[in-house]
């Protein structure tokens, strides 16, 4: 188990730093300044000069690009959600059968498939996002829960410069927590989000549909109890930092359930940053999704 676990890691890791140009692009909406964009191109740079310098000439165009995609990207692959290992977490809340302390980690990419296809700029885009909680400091180190969502959406920018609205997002996702019998957990939504901006922070409000299923066939019936019919995430950039606020609710008055995450990132170099998580609420992750947690952890961030 813990081998699978290296290499999903190493993978995530490969992923992360080798296919970065979202994670630049959303750090140049925190710094638009000169060094990002000399780092882009010094990074297509190095790829081009190692090229031409060690790899055999094509004299044919269309061959010679086809070589420098594979020599420069896993099929230009890109992160989508924060790639990140936090080594130590802790829940202040305890919940029988596991120690309060555990490692959590997220590997998250996608890929764009179709662009303007319909003349409005938009993008069609495929994702995989996969969170795992880990038991390491448990005897035989086992692997708690892990989550799994691939998700299908389309990206459409929005080109008014004077509004605050920037983009809109549908999408369909899955998440499900691959188990069986009475631990299985999944649904499946779809969704709509918008990202807003007000002077220097980003507001993302996302409200999702669940599609129904057959009663014999769902493992968690009563979920958006407790997960609700959205989430709103407030981002804050500051310099090198990136401040990160979610908020959940599902507005039952009676018996209210939400959740809020607290994220932290700052740059430690080139491609890492440091990475604070507070977790609060219900929802955490599938298994968890109608217990309340705790958590706070501390790691790296290979995007944010």
Not at 33 to 50: A, F, G, H, L, M
Not at 82 to 98: A, S
Not at 120 to 144: M, N, V
Not at 239 to 253: E, H, I, P
């Amino acid at each position: 188990m813990k081998i699978l676990f290296l290499t999903g890691l190493l993978c995530g890791v490969i992923l992360a730093a080798e296919c970065d140009n979202t994670t630049k692009l959303e750090n140049a909406l925190a710094d638009e300044t000169p060094t990002v964009k000399d780092e882009v191109i010094s990074n297509i740079q190095r790829k081009e000069q190692y090229f031409d310098m060690y790899l055999n000439e094509y004299t044919d165009n269309e061959t010679r690009n086809t070589v420098f995609q594979i020599s420069g990207s896993f099929f230009d692959i890109d992160p989508y959600k924060p790639n990140y290992l936090l080594p130590i977490t802790y829940d202040f809340i305890k919940h029988e059968g596991r120690q309060r302390a555990e490692v959590a980690f997220q590997i998250s990419f996608k890929k764009d498939l179709l662009y303007d296809l319909f003349g409005f700029g938009e993008t069609f885009s495929i994702a995989y996002t996969q969170r795992s909680w880990w038991q390491l400091y448990k005897h035989s180190s086992p692997f708690r829960e892990t989550n799994y969502l691939p998700e299908f959406y389309v990206s459409v920018p929005w080109y008014n410069n004077k509004s605050p609205i920037k983009n809109y997002k549908f999408g369909f996702l899955h998440e499900s927590n691959g188990q069986d019998e009475e631990n299985s957990r999944s649904w499946n939504r779809l969704y709509m989000e918008a990202v807003l901006q007000y002077k220097g922070i980003f507001v993302n409000p996302r409200v999702w549909y669940r599609i129904s299923e057959k009663a014999e066939d769902d493992d968690n019936s009563d979920i958006l109890e407790y997960m609700g019919y959205g989430d709103l995430t407030f981002l804050y950039p500051y310099k090198n930092q990136l401040f990160k606020l979610l908020v959940r609710n599902n507005f039952d008055f009676h018996d209210n359930k939400g959740a809020v995450q607290v994220d932290w990132t700052f740059l430690l170099k080139s491609k890492m940053f440091g990475y604070v998580q507070y977790f609060d609420g219900y929802g955490e992750s599938l298994i968890d999704y109608d217990k309340r947690t705790r958590r706070i952890g501390i790691g790296l961030a290979l995007s944010r």
